[in-house]
């Protein structure tokens, strides 16, 4: 009697089953590792825009110029930067005219929103980008010569402080 070496048929189909099952597994983790590294370093941006806007704000404070904190919230916070991240385009008036690339920040002029749109989903068939706005506001007190009052009794309101906020996409478009 003849004795077989190798592998049979069905020993190689299971051994390709059991690659293909690995390999969809790997390539699914994968994948969520880029997303989560893409909002990281879209975080870290964001950081280091708060990060300029405070210290601008801090600046302005010290040299008394307070009355001109209020101008931040009409600026591009990138311009704030020293250097700005590779993946900005730029501002535009009107971005819906422009087709701006996944992965990349954008300063839309006309409504003051710092714009990022992720590479999330943008390779998959029928699978949208995310878009994450922000815009700069100014958190203000009201105040009468007796001090902090309500809203509905105060003409006069102090500057408390600014922050770049992230807007909800539904009031972003």
Do not use: C
């Amino acid at each position: 009697m003849k004795r077989q070496h190798g592998f049979s048929l069905f020993e190689l189909a299971v051994v390709v089953t059991i690659i293909g099952v690995l390999t969809g597994t790997l390539l699914t983790r994968l994948r969520w590792y880029q997303e989560e590294a893409e909002l990281a370093a879209m975080h870290r941006v964001v950081a280091a825009l708060r990060s300029s806007l405070n210290m601008r704000a801090a600046q302005l404070i010290a040299e008394g110029k307070q009355h001109q904190i209020e101008q931040l919230a009409t600026i591009n916070p990138m311009s704030l930067l020293a250097q700005k991240p590779a993946n900005y385009v730029g501002e535009y008036f009107t971005p819906q005219n422009f087709k701006i690339s996944p992965g990349n920040w954008f300063f839309n002029r006309k409504k003051l929103l710092l714009v990022y749109i992720t590479r999330t989903g943008a390779t998959l068939p029928g699978a949208a980008s995310k878009q994450f706005s922000y815009r700069i506001e100014l958190s203000r007190t009201l105040e009468d010569a007796n001090g902090p009052k309500p809203a509905e009794t105060s003409d006069r309101t102090t500057i408390e402080g600014i922050v770049l906020n992230e807007v909800p996409s539904n009031l972003s478009r």
